[in-house]
């Protein structure tokens, strides 16, 4: 029997980026993976912003990241074709990742195969003596006790052992155990569609240097699916969809692989290795509770959403920051125990706001299928050689340009906001169907993530986020805002004046928060703003109230 204040099950982006957190903090966890190695299937590819300015804050250079991705060349357009080297019938960016980003965020979105940005963090943890990381164990039980939970934990070769820990995080992925064990149930559509995934490595350069792409929609009668370009050079992956109730994986055998992946392409392909074929069904589905006692559910085990956005992998890594700053604050003293309900207050909505608008994105695109393939399905060759013959002539242009939302997320990637008691005066949040995918506004308002700037701050241009503390909370202070120096120190929280500890160029305080030259913003140690002070006015007072209550403290 051992004591640890947080056992992480399951060592995914999700699992590793907590265990990075809470240490950052100043706790110890214990990260398990019932997987004796490391995931070796490219899987997700997409790592956008915000996730890179979490890996950034944790130690993980979100540069070097995106150095290891794709080009913005290369990962960045989604074509709409026949087959790889077949008809192409329209074009969009992938995301934001050019220039004109950095308005709005330190660091474009990027495209890295999973394995790569895995072994980044597995690197971080390593470094780390507040992680003690172990693969092939998995929690096979748990007792909640007055003080904690009593895990089971048994090992590959069937040894078992008990850990005391304060508090659980499931991070174990889609077909969660614990889940299952706590009894938590998911709301949605469990199976919308069936895929196979075929990894196979390939040099396809040269068949795409005149249209280099991340995904490549498939539309010729004589295939399906999409071909992933992880790396042009070497690593690809076709989606193709089949029938679970005809069909099982020992169907897909290397020739019929070979075979499917030819008619993709539309001509022999070059010499090939094939990688790792495996199943998977496209699910819409929210868990109905995020925590049951002391044991919480995050990432994949929270959630599961259609690959349509690339939303999975970035809202499971938000959640552990959202959960780690707070399990921290308790388990330091310095919250009250109340501050964890919030943790599904907020990180639910958001859930299913990203459910809803990757399973809408997924339904878009049967508009393209029938515009391609007709609706009556003993018309779908000729139909589809009519269009490919003259593209133009079928109007394809309106219902392409349909698609843009689906492959520009860039408002739920940065544009997500809370409301719950750990914010105080945050407006309302807008109805799932009602938020908009892609229009990115700055807010300066309780419960938005501060924006990001580019300011001056000793003598180096920086993002306005780096001066966000995420182990506590920090005061973003207007130019006559002395007064929250004291009410800071007093408090134990960094305090930054505008125009003093920093200077925005483009912009002043005033304009861009539309708070007085004394007002103030507190911000979480997640970066998102608590409350909005009007005036430095008793300010250690101001401070002392507001913080009570958003660490639901006496």
Not at 57 to 79: F, I, M, P, T, Y
Not at 247 to 267: N, S
Request: with cysteine.
């Amino acid at each position: 029997m051992s004591r640890i204040p947080v056992l992480i099950a399951g060592a995914g982006p999700v699992g590793q980026i907590a265990a990075l957190l809470l240490a950052r903090a100043g706790i110890a966890s214990r990260l398990i993976d019932r997987r004796l190695e490391p995931l070796l299937a490219p899987k997700a590819h997409a790592v956008n912003p915000r996730t890179l300015e979490i890996c950034e804050s944790v130690g993980v250079a979100a540069e070097a990241l995106r150095a290891a991705g794709a080009s913005a060349n290369d990962g960045g357009h989604v074509r709409f074709v026949g087959t790889l080297t077949g008809p192409e019938f329209g074009s969009l960016p992938y995301e934001r990742q050019d220039d004109a980003a950095l308005a709005d965020t330190p660091f474009p979105l990027t495209n890295i195969p999973q394995p790569k940005f895995e072994a980044a963090l597995t690197r971080a943890i390593a470094a780390e003596p507040l992680i003690a990381f172990t693969r092939g164990v998995a929690c096979s039980g748990f007792a909640e006790t007055a003080g904690g939970v009593t895990a089971t934990l048994e090992s590959a070769d069937g040894t078992r052992s008990t850990l005391d820990c304060a508090y659980v995080i499931a991070a174990d992925g889609a077909g969660s155990p614990l889940r299952a064990m706590l009894g938590i149930e998911m709301e949605g559509p469990e199976a919308l569609q069936h895929y196979i995934m075929i990894h196979f490595e390939a040099d396809l350069r040269a068949l795409t240097d005149a249209r280099p792409g991340v995904l490549y929609f498939l539309f010729d009668p004589a295939t399906s699916g999409v071909l992933i370009a992880y790396d042009r050079g070497s690593t690809w992956v076709l989606m193709h969809p089949y029938n679970p109730e005809r069909e099982t994986r020992d169907d897909f055998d290397d020739a019929r692989c070979r075979k499917l992946i030819a008619a993709a392409i539309g001509t022999a392909p070059p010499a090939l290795e094939i990688r790792h074929v495996s199943p998977w069904a496209m699910s819409a589905q929210v868990a109905a509770r995020y925590r049951k006692g002391r044991v919480f559910l995050a990432g994949d085990a929270a959630h599961r959403f259609p690959p349509t956005g690339g939303l999975g992998l970035n809202t499971g890594v938000v959640d552990a920051q959202n959960l780690a700053w707070k399990l921290a604050a308790v388990l330091k003293g310095e919250a009250g125990a109340a501050l964890l309900d919030s943790y599904e207050v907020e990180r639910r909505p958001v859930a299913q706001v990203n459910c809803e608008q990757s399973l809408a994105n997924s339904a878009k695109l049967f508009d393209l299928l029938f515009a391609l393939h007709g609706v009556e399905a003993d018309k779908t060759a000729a139909h589809y050689a009519a269009v490919a013959a003259d593209p133009e002539a079928a109007a394809l242009a309106p219902v392409i340009e349909a698609q843009r939302p689906h492959f520009d997320s860039f408002n739920l990637q940065l544009g997500y906001r809370y409301a719950s008691a750990a914010t105080i005066g945050a407006p309302a949040l807008t109805a799932a169907q009602d938020v908009d995918i892609s229009n990115y506004e700055a807010s300066w308002m309780p419960g938005a993530h501060l924006p990001h700037r580019w300011v001056i701050h000793q003598s180096d241009r920086v993002s306005l986020l780096r001066l966000i503390d995420p182990t506590r909370f920090t005061l973003i202070a207007g130019p006559a805002g002395t007064g929250w120096r004291d009410a800071g120190a007093t408090a134990g929280i960094a305090v930054h004046l505008a125009e003093q500890d920093f200077s925005d160029t483009d912009a002043d305080w005033g304009a861009l928060t539309g708070l007085p030259a004394d007002g103030a913003l507190l911000v979480r140690p997640d970066g998102h703003i608590g409350c909005r002070f009007e005036t430095a006015a008793n300010a250690t007072g101001q401070l002392d109230r507001h913080m009570a209550q958003l660490l639901s403290r006496p």
